[in-house]
């Protein structure tokens, strides 16, 4: 499996915490994602970064935000929570050096409860 | 924009047997790459198999291999002697070549298909 990791796994929290979900790689990638995935249906890309300083959002309007101080790291940051954000958050990266171009290797997922 | 489709929800599969995941998608590239990956229960998702556009080959891994008729635009997955680690939900999904210095790879993926292998 890829060394791609992502803390909490599990998170429950009340309506109107700020919360930071947790991505780090140890790659090297220097392209990274965040996809958001209700049970048991597909993966929509919300924000993604080509770099350091670098960040998009992605096809699906979230409400969260994301920084890329380092090329390891990409947080994502949701700073008033609600049960609408109540989902799966799943943490991506790729790179050219990898040997399968193109391919995204994912983290665990961060399964968010939002009460 | 690209799509794409899964359209069986659910299968089953007996232990040992073959089982075929259908994929469809819709572009106008000429070059890109297209994936299979697996989520297994409460686990994380794992590559499966990659294709690129440009080769007729169809890839294979081991027990998974791949069916690409590009004029078609089907992708479809084939599990030999399937096994119960097997069991998950598979997901198809396409990506636009960008080069070196393109911008990310973003990948559009299928609804998925949930794949149950039984004894």
């Known amino acids: 499996e890829a060394d791609i990791y992502q803390t909490p796994r599990y998170l429950v929290i009340g309506t109107g915490k700020k919360i930071t979900l947790e991505c780090s790689q140890t790659m090297g990638h220097d392209k990274m994602y965040w996809y958001q995935q209700d049970p048991g249906m597909e993966l929509h890309l919300i924000h993604y970064?080509?770099?350091?300083?670098?960040?998009e959002k992605g096809d699906l309007s979230s409400e969260s935000t994301v920084s890329r101080i380092r090329t390891e790291h990409f947080p994502l940051t949701l700073e008033s929570a609600r049960p609408s954000h109540t989902s799966q958050y799943l943490c991506?990266?790729?790179?050219?050096?990898?040997?399968?171009?193109?391919?995204?290797?994912f983290g665990p997922g961060t399964r968010l409860t939002v009460l | 924009a690209q799509t794409v489709t899964q359209s069986q929800p659910e299968m089953s599969v007996q232990e040992a047997e073959t089982v075929t995941l259908s994929c469809t998608y819709d572009?106008?590239?000429?070059?890109?790459?297209l994936f299979w990956y697996k989520q297994p229960p409460s686990r994380q998702m794992i590559l499966v198999i990659r294709?690129?556009?440009?080769?007729?080959q169809n890839a294979t891994e081991n027990r998974f291999s791949v069916n690409f008729q590009k004029a078609a635009k089907s992708f479809s997955l084939k599990i030999s002697d399937s096994q119960l680690g097997d069991t998950a939900m598979y997901f198809c999904a396409f990506m636009k070549h960008v080069g070196l210095t393109g911008g990310g790879n973003k990948l559009t993926f299928g609804t998925g298909t949930q794949l149950k292998v039984e004894l």
């Open positions: 970064s080509y770099g350091v300083n670098s960040t």
């Open positions: 991506a990266s790729s790179g050219f050096s990898t040997s399968g171009r193109g391919a995204q290797y």
């Open positions: 294709q690129e556009a440009y080769k007729q």
């Open positions: 572009t106008s590239e000429n070059n890109y790459y």
